[in-house]
Structure formats: structure tokens, C-alpha cells
């Protein structure tokens, strides 16, 4: 991947590491998860507290050498997007049949593999992410951040708690997004720990 430089710490690495903003014609700050916005862009950790620090010390104005506005809301605005690309993800997943939802079905995913990721609500039951947990092959990721509502929009049902992902290019790109999201907000996005 190409290198960039982060407007808070100054720091060249991989656009992988960065997230990438581009300047409105209304002199505002746009997120470009996609990077593919026209115009010239600046780069900011992908980390909530740089991005914040960014925006409080107005160093987008530097970035894009004029006069800028960052929405003091930015980096809950960031989350918001980070937190959209993966319901959004989850959804095509299921569409494609490549996702489960509910303990039995998760359970049922797992025993029959491979799985690549394994979801369960902030505050699920501590017993029943314990059992699935076990049941997950080594190469399983395991997310615990995402709120009910989120998994309840993915799937198009009520009270989700725990989803399954089967290994495939959507979970791959599920995996991309979490750990954006991970990093973002300095969240555990773990292989399988026993």
C-alpha cells in the first residue's frame, strides 16, 4: 500500500493505518472511507483520539493549506460511518446465505466450519459466549463490540445476539471492517482465546 503522512503525528505509514479526509466545497471536513473522493486529501491515524486531536487543534486548516472547518462531531460522526460499513457487510453476508444468526444456528456454524467470524452482542450473556467461544476453529475472529440494534439491522430481525459469518470473501471484507473499527476505537478484535 502506498504511505502517508498523518497530519497529528507527522508520522509516514501504510493508508491502511490512516483514514483518509477531503475538503468540501463549503470549506468543511469529509470523511473518505472509500477514498475515492475527488480532490486533494489529508491523513489521520485511525485512532478516535487523533482524530479528535485534529479537529480540536484545527489542523485540517494546515493539511489542505486554507481555511477549514472540522465538525467538533467528527470523530463520533467516524465511528458512526465505521460502525454503518459493517451492518452493511453483515447484511450482504446474510443475503448470501454466508451468515447465521441466533445460538442454535451459531452453534450448528460452528460444529460444521469453518466460520471466520464470530459476533456476539456488548453485553451478551457471559455462559452462552463462553460455549460459542469453545466451539470457534483457530482461525476465527471474535467480536463483541457491536450493539444490538446494529446486528438487529443486519439481519432484519429482532433481539439478535449472537451471528456466525462462514470464511469467504465477505467475511474477509467483514474482518477488514471490524478491525477498522477496532483500531479506531481501541477495541478487542481477537483470534479465538480459550
Given at each position: 500500500m502506498p504511505e502517508r503522512m498523518c497530519i497529528v503525528t507527522r508520522e509516514v505509514?501504510?493508508?491502511a493505518a490512516l483514514l483518509r479526509f477531503v475538503a468540501a466545497p463549503d470549506g468543511t471536513v469529509v470523511p473518505d472511507l472509500k477514498r475515492n473522493l475527488p480532490g486533494r486529501g489529508v491523513w489521520v491515524s485511525l485512532d478516535r483520539a487523533k482524530l479528535a486531536e485534529a479537529t480540536s487543534k484545527n489542523l485540517f486548516s494546515r493539511g489542505f493549506a486554507c481555511k477549514m472547518q472540522a465538525d467538533p462531531e467528527l470523530p463520533d460522526r467516524l465511528a458512526r460511518l465505521l460502525r454503518a460499513?459493517?451492518?452493511s457487510c453483515l447484511s450482504l453476508a446474510r443475503k448470501a446465505g454466508e451468515a447465521?444468526?441466533?445460538?442454535m444456528k451459531v452453534?450448528?456454524?460452528?460444529?460444521?466450519?469453518?466460520?471466520?467470524?464470530l459476533l456476539h452482542v456488548a453485553d451478551a450473556g457471559d455462559d452462552g459466549v463462553r460455549k460459542l467461544n469453545r466451539?470457534?476453529?483457530?482461525?476465527?475472529?471474535?467480536?463483541?463490540?457491536?450493539?444490538m440494534a446494529e446486528l438487529?439491522?443486519?439481519?432484519?430481525?429482532?433481539?439478535?445476539?449472537?451471528?456466525a459469518v462462514a470464511a469467504g470473501g465477505?467475511?474477509?471484507?467483514?474482518?477488514?471492517?471490524?478491525?477498522?473499527?477496532?483500531?479506531y476505537e481501541g477495541l478487542p478484535f481477537t483470534s479465538k482465546t480459550n
Open positions: 505509514m501504510d493508508e460499513d459493517i451492518v447465521v444468526s441466533g445460538f452453534e450448528e456454524a460452528l460444529k460444521r466450519g469453518p466460520v471466520r467470524v466451539l470457534a476453529g483457530e482461525n476465527a475472529r471474535i467480536c463483541s463490540f457491536m450493539t438487529d439491522l443486519a439481519f432484519a430481525r429482532a433481539n439478535v445476539v449472537h451471528a465477505l467475511a474477509e471484507k467483514l474482518v477488514f471492517h471490524l478491525g477498522r473499527l477496532a483500531a
